[in-house]
């Protein structure tokens, strides 16, 4: 059976680019401590799928996609220990079903966007160690945050 995948700069693209991807079931997609390097392609988007992705612990870089914002069923989003920078795209607030946002470790620059707060079932949210600016809204405290240190 052929598969629809390759390795360029560093990130494995899952057949994000092929005319088949809208039948891929992917839920879980672990790649966290590989030294993967390179961006993440605004393809994963077409992950609609997706519940976890981990790609933590890597050399990515560049901005985090907009098209995260699509990942509908997205529970947890653990992108830590990576060069990623920009902004953090305010597309973050469309993931309706995410418990788990964890951010931190990156060169993020901005402002936290306000869409965060409509992440109604968002538990944690890691976003220390970036280069962050700016005031966090205070409707934040209406999230069901874990507000301890541990």
Request: proline share 3%.
């Amino acid at each position: 059976m052929h598969h629809d995948s390759y390795l360029k700069s560093g990130f494995i693209f899952l057949c994000f680019y092929h005319k088949w991807c809208h039948k891929i079931f992917l839920e879980y997609l672990f790649l966290y401590g590989n030294e993967l390097t390179g961006e993440i392609p605004e393809e994963i988007g077409n992950l609609v799928n997706l519940k976890y992705l981990y790609l933590y612990d890597n050399e990515l870089t560049g901005q985090l996609p907009s098209s995260i914002g699509g990942l509908s069923s997205l529970t947890h989003l653990f992108l830590y220990g990576n060069a990623l920078s920009g902004p953090i795209p305010g597309e973050l607030g469309e993931l309706s079903n995410l418990e788990k946002l964890f951010l931190y470790d990156n060169q993020l620059t901005g402002e936290l966007p306000s869409e965060i707060n409509d992440l109604v079932h968002l538990e944690y949210l890691y976003i220390n160690n970036n280069n962050l600016t700016g005031n966090i809204d205070s409707s934040i405290c209406t999230l069901n945050l874990d507000w301890s240190n541990s």
